[in-house]
């Protein structure tokens, strides 16, 4: 679901750099797929750190519910988006560096006591997960979403059924 205006998103993506895209846009479908309105943007926390303040302070403003956020290196956007606001804020470390994005999840998942950042995995696989753990969130007060969760896990367990059958007719094939 594209937003339109400002006011009709429930959760902010942002990420430090534009090259993250590729990685962040997992979240973003995940999204559109359960029909949450989401919005996202390019922020960093050392090179535009107002324009990061102000678009939290906008988000929250808007409604939003909650924020996934992407970054690689040093990975102080979740941090600090999450020392600007109460509302959950979902950490996604991006392999950016020859580290191959451990250092990002370390920055990540560290945070001081008082200041929590749900960390996810490295990559787009932890981007898919925030936006399912997103998803997860908003659906504890929405009968609809939820029902939405129930029926997504239900074809998740399908395909595992309907691979293992294929897999066991294989075999027998010899």
Do not use: W
């Not at 050392?46 to 939290?56: I, S």
Request: with cysteine.
């Amino acid at each position: 679901m594209t937003v339109k205006k400002k006011s009709e998103y429930k959760v902010l993506i942002l990420m430090g750099s534009a090259s993250d895209a590729g990685i962040m846009r997992a979240a973003y479908d995940v999204l559109n797929d359960f029909g949450v309105p989401v919005k996202m943007a390019v922020s960093s926390a050392h090179r535009t750190h107002e324009r990061t303040a102000r678009l939290v302070k906008q988000a929250v403003k808007d409604g939003a519910k909650c924020f996934i956020i992407g970054a690689g290196m040093a990975a102080h956007l979740a941090g600090v988006v999450a020392a600007q606001t109460t509302l959950p804020v979902i950490g996604v470390p991006i392999d950016a560096s020859t580290l191959g994005g451990l250092d990002a999840l370390l920055s990540t998942v560290q945070m001081p006591p008082g200041v929590p950042v749900a960390s996810m995995g490295i990559g787009k696989a932890g981007a898919r997960n925030a936006g399912l753990f997103a998803v997860e969130m908003l659906a504890s007060g929405d009968d609809k979403l939820q029902n939405k969760l129930v029926e997504f896990r239900k074809a998740q367990a399908k395909k595992v059924v309907d691979a293992d059958r294929k897999l066991a007719k294989e075999l027998e094939k010899g």
